[in-house]
């Protein structure tokens, strides 16, 4: 974000248009007048809507919820238990988890949009650390799981009259939206996030979908072209429709990588030459300690940042 406040002192509005994590969203809201935070998934919209979106919330009010819920026994089997127990997670926790989401669920009539939101977002918080997975959701470890038992702990939300959000395709909203910087930041292999992350998709949506495979997955939708072969072609459609003064892009240099699911749909060079197609384009570099799964040979890995003004 220094290097972007740098780079365009004038800017008064910020776009994140692939959010994904929020990391970045976070630093901005604290920085410009008006924020647009967009992202495919269902799960992401839910804890942006719960972390900044405007809105009334009690803490004592949620609180009291929370600690109603974790007092509560959950011996009985519900629909998200018998889909995911003993497999992403253990059968206590996902007993536990089925019976919070049912629960919240019920609750919805008492509750403010934004209390709703940060409840939703407590629990995927709170049941992330007991994923029995490498930190997604495209097969779960084949053992015996850990029994540790789920505490639902409360986010720690904020209300912010500056941030629009979004559950849009990137490339539709950039034909909508205007803002002096855009940050694009897409997948850019072809792990598709909406497989990735289908179990928080779902515990979210509650439409307890069939289910299909040894992975558990739901019939797929929210699929991402930046994550097939069409991936430049979408990018450049993206970049030349953006009503905006800055376009900033976020790469990591993954395209070489043994895994060819891991392998980038777009290359460095294809990023800069678009970009410079747009205007004055800046390229600064750090070095990056990317995730890896124990498949991928990440050695001089290195984060780029590309920084255009537009013509």
């Not at 809201?29 to 979106?53: E, G, R, T, W």
């Not at 609750?107 to 992330?128: H, M, P, R, V």
Request: aromatic share 14%; charged share 25%; hydrophobic share 35%.
């Amino acid at each position: 974000m220094q290097i972007i406040s740098e780079q365009a002192p004038d800017a008064t509005t910020f776009c994140d248009i692939f959010a994904g994590t929020g990391t970045v969203a976070n630093q901005a809201v604290m920085h410009y007048k008006k924020v647009i935070i967009n992202d495919l998934l269902f799960s992401n919209q839910a804890i942006y809507n719960a972390f900044f979106a405007k809105g009334a919330f009690n803490v004592k009010k949620l609180q009291n919820i929370i600690d109603t819920l974790n007092q509560a026994e959950a011996t009985e089997d519900n629909w998200f238990s018998t889909s995911y127990g003993d497999k992403y997670f253990a059968m206590p926790v996902a007993r536990k988890v089925g019976y919070i989401r049912e629960q919240i669920e019920q609750l919805k009539s008492q509750l403010t949009d934004k209390e709703y939101n940060i409840l939703l977002a407590s629990l995927i918080y709170s049941i992330d650390r007991l994923a029995n997975t490498v930190g997604h959701f495209e097969a779960y470890i084949k053992q015996p799981t850990d029994k540790t038992e789920l505490v639902l702990q409360l986010i720690e939300a904020q209300s912010f009259g500056n941030v629009e959000i979004y559950r849009e395709d990137a490339n539709r909203l950039a034909r909508q939206i205007h803002a002096d910087i855009v940050y694009i930041d897409p997948p850019y292999n072809s792990r598709q996030y909406s497989r990735f992350y289908h179990v928080y998709e779902t515990l979210v949506k509650w439409d307890k979908p069939e289910l299909y495979g040894v992975a558990r997955k739901p019939e797929p939708e929210n699929l991402s072209e930046y994550c097939s072969s069409r991936a430049f072609e979408a990018f450049q459609d993206l970049i030349n429709h953006l009503q905006a003064k800055y376009i900033v892009v976020s790469y990591n240099n993954t395209y070489t990588s043994k895994s060819k699911s891991s392998q980038n749909k777009i290359t460095l060079e294809q990023i800069q030459s678009a970009l410079e197609a747009c205007g004055e384009t800046q390229v600064f570099m750090r070095k990056y300690n990317a995730f890896n799964a124990g498949k991928t040979d990440f050695a001089d890995h290195k984060e780029y940042l590309f920084f255009t003004k537009i013509s």
